[in-house]
């Protein structure tokens, strides 16, 4: 059995973490599977799987070779259909990382996406943390804001641009503000990156120079979900993407406050790794997700 052979069985045993089911579901002699995950084992010089009577469980390095594996061979089934034009032909895992606010918009598109292309399976992580491209294995990433990965390819989408806004609660209770000045009887919910870091206040553009109003708050947070939550919730004013709020606006369930001063836009960015050859099913992801995106997005 050769080394891509034994891949498959190794993943497919993984998988249903039975040696007898593996066997059963390729067509194989129980032994035929042992044989060739043991052969893995020695050409790799690590252990996979844990054995015991009961079970068949990956080891650390057998997860990690069964991540790799699966993209290994998902790349092989695509080279043997890449000349082929229908979408179904397209098929493996898609690893991909994007904050909250735009991931619930994809999430919402993801069922026509996956029916045209019901080969293909997406790992969607939307955490809000900066992600490790190369060493968490991810095939793309959408990051919003100033980027620093100069080691990493980078697609310009476009840019959002922020909107101020407040919930109809909060301003019954603390008037509408008319000018810079106003805010110093504001609250503003802050947003950090990082728990710890100190807040900048609001931010305008004046001309080319971006500016900040300190102010004051009672809530400080690190995710778009509770940005936005806290501003619903009528907790203070907030400075987010206006595609992110459009429907609340549009609902009056918040109100833009301040319209004459604007933050600075926040670029739109894809992010992928250095690659000699881009595999077919990633180029195709990022080309839909570059039009879902679009309308919500200026041209930089």
Known sequence: MNRIEAMHVFVRVAELASFTKAADSLGLPKASASTAVQQLEVQLGTQLLHRTTRRVQMTQDGQRYYERCKDVLADLDELGTMFQQAPQALSGRLRVDMNSGVARHVIDHLPKFLREHPGIEVEL?????????????????????????????????????????????????HGTPQNLEDLTHHRLIHYVSVM???????????????????????????????????????????????????????????????????AEPMPVSLLYAQRRNLSVRVQVFMDWLAKLLAPYLDRV
Do not use: K, W
């Open 125 to 173: 992580s939307s955490s809000d943390r900066r992600v490790d491209v190369v060493a968490e294995g991810f095939d793309c990433v959408v990051r919003v804001g100033t980027l620093s990965d100069s080691s990493l390819i980078v697609r310009r989408l476009g840019q959002y641009r922020i909107v101020n806004c407040a919930s109809p609660a909060y301003l019954q209770e």
């Open 196 to 262: 710890g870091q100190r807040p900048s206040g609001f931010e305008y553009m004046e001309g080319a120079q971006c500016r900040y109003v300190p102010m004051q708050g009672v809530l400080t947070v690190n995710s778009i979900e509770a940005y936005t939550h806290g501003c619903l919730a009528g907790l203070g004013i907030i400075q987010t993407p206006r595609g992110g709020v459009q429907h609340q606006l549009l609902a009056g369930r918040l109100v833009e406050v301040l319209p004459q001063y604007e």
